[in-house]
């Protein structure tokens, strides 16, 4: 069993950035893929960025790319999300998930572990 607990979600201005925080219990943190993905009033939770479990090797939605930055630290058991340029279209709530394999894919339903979401509103 993994929870999984994010924080850094707020209010930023158009062209801010913010970084979220995914806080996992358990001791194979490492051998996890882990992914973050968004959900905006009205519409379907989807996938914005995954990374695999120890080499780091990373996916994301073309969306985001050049924009966001996914990355662990094992030894802290944390997944973090570096969201640059943000945009009003990027207003959604954000949520961390875990699959026990260590490979990264992009379909929220091969994931079996989520956080509660932290809210990310961009506006000016």
């Known amino acids: 069993q993994v929870q999984l607990v994010e924080s850094g979600g707020g209010l930023v201005q158009p062209g801010g950035s913010l970084r979220l925080s995914c806080a996992a219990s358990?001791?194979?943190?490492?051998?996890?893929?882990m992914g973050w993905f968004r959900q905006a009033p009205g519409k379907e939770r989807e996938f914005v960025a995954a990374i695999t479990g120890a080499v780091g090797d990373t996916r994301y939605a073309d969306s985001v790319k050049g924009r966001f930055t996914i990355s662990r630290d094992n030894a802290k058991n944390t997944l973090y999300l570096q969201m640059n340029s943000l945009n009003p279209e990027d207003t959604a709530v954000y949520y961390c998930?875990?699959?026990?394999?260590?490979?990264?894919?992009?379909?929220?339903?091969?994931?079996?572990?989520w956080g509660q979401g932290t809210q990310v509103t961009v506006s000016s």
């Open positions: 998930a875990a699959r026990p394999n260590p490979i990264p894919v992009v379909g929220p339903g091969r994931y079996n572990y």
């Open positions: 358990g001791r194979t943190f490492s051998s996890y893929a």
